[in-house]
């Protein structure tokens, strides 16, 4: 962990613009931590709970070092986190990680999944062509964390929220909703299951859930 005004560490010794990025965001897990604040500021205890296997020294380091960086800022006061414009800058990033990963083979949607970490990939595998002209207002509950996500003119909007005030909501965990957004199962199905909860229209949350696929897009 850094000091307060002293230079983050340099790893790469180069004028690359790409080295320079990863001086400042490459270290494990920073990037993940970017994507747990990515729609909300959290404490400590609520960023790590979308992190497992990090360690409290590790997420403490990571936290010192983005903020060093310029990428997080830091509330002592609250015990807030929050990501800076710089921060928050980083979501093209993310997809665009998200993107290559639907590329490349080994991906395991059994393995955990965080809230932040399904609205981010919502926002990568829309159908875009299928989506345009289709306007939609979706709420997610996580119990811990909840989300209004806003379909229209092709694009989605996610924003943090405490309760859903949206025509459906569907709960549940982040593996859950996963597979009721990607999965083949019908929301019905799941609900009967006691996978997820849908509350309000569940014929309206299945025409938005058919709206993504987990495939590369065109």
């Known amino acids: 962990m850094t000091n307060p005004g002293q230079s983050p560490r340099i790893r790469y010794d180069e004028g690359c613009l790409a080295a320079h990025a990863l001086n400042l965001i490459g270290d494990r897990w920073a990037l993940l931590v970017v994507r747990e604040l990515m729609f909300a500021p959290k404490r400590f205890q609520m960023i790590r709970a ?23 800022a830091h509330d002592e006061r609250l015990g807030i986190y929050t990501l800076t414009d710089a921060g ?39 159908m875009r062509d299928r989506a345009n002209g289709i306007e939609a207002l979706a709420g997610f509950d996580f119990g811990g964390e909840a989300f209004e996500m806003r379909l229209a003119a092709g ?3 996610t924003v943090a929220v405490t309760r859903p005030e949206t025509p459906f909501v569907l709960s549940g965990n982040g593996n859950a909703l996963a ?6 199962a ?16 569940i014929a309206a949350a299945q025409v938005f859930v058919d709206l993504f696929q987990l495939r590369p897009q065109p």
């Open 50 to 72: 979308g992190l497992p296997g990090i360690t409290a020294s590790v997420l403490t380091g990571r936290l010192g070092q983005l903020a060093q960086a310029g990428v997080v």
């Open 88 to 126: 928050r800058g980083l979501l093209p990033v993310l997809e665009s990680l998200c993107r290559w990963a639907l590329t490349v083979p080994g991906h395991d949607p059994t393995r955990f999944i965080s809230p932040s970490a399904l609205m981010i990939s919502m926002g990568v595998n829309l």
């Open 155 to 157: 694009r989605l909007h």
């Open 186 to 201: 019908r929301l019905r199905a799941l609900v009967a299951g006691e996978v997820v909860g849908v509350r309000g229209d």
């Open 179 to 184: 597979a009721a957004v990607y999965g083949p």
